[in-house]
Nanobody, 121 residues
Framework: QVQLVESGGGLVQAGGSLRLSCVAS?????????MGWFRQAPGKERERVAA??????????YYTDSVKGRFTISRDNSKNTVYLQMNSLRPEDTAVYYC???????????WGQGTQVTVSS
């Protein structure tokens, strides 16, 4: 059974940076998974922030408009890990960030427990 564990969240001032990590255990075929980072702020719906397909190349990444140019998603298949580098953080980036896996390219059906990111103004 695949499990995802996120880490790297915390409290940071506006303009600062954080790097989130998500390690997949029990995933022998992790390198084939599309991986995504989602976030959910209080009172708001969960939104997809970034995604990366199996190739891991920049051309095969997705970013929601509000984070383009500030966030970078990457993966290290040798470590079964996906990262989200977040720079120039803003208070509106405050949310619980979730890592999710899309093993068959159809839907994100494996989720981590989430990690809190709080950006103070």
């Amino acid at each position: 059974q695949v499990q995802l564990v996120e880490s790297g969240g915390g409290l940071v001032q506006a303009g600062g940076s954080l790097r989130l990590s998500c390690v997949a255990s029990g995933a022998r075929t992790f390198s084939f998974f599309t991986m995504g980072w989602f976030r959910q702020a209080p009172g708001k719906e969960r939104e997809r922030v970034a995604a990366i397909n199996w190739s891991g190349t920049p051309a095969n990444t997705y970013y929601t408009d509000s984070v383009k140019g500030r966030f970078t998603i990457s993966r290290d298949n040798s470590k079964n890990t996906v990262y989200l580098q977040m720079n120039s953080l803003r208070p509106e980036d405050t949310a619980v960030y979730y890592c999710a896996a899309n093993p068959r390219g159809t839907s994100y059906n494996i989720w981590g427990q989430g990690t809190q990111v709080t950006v103070s103004s």
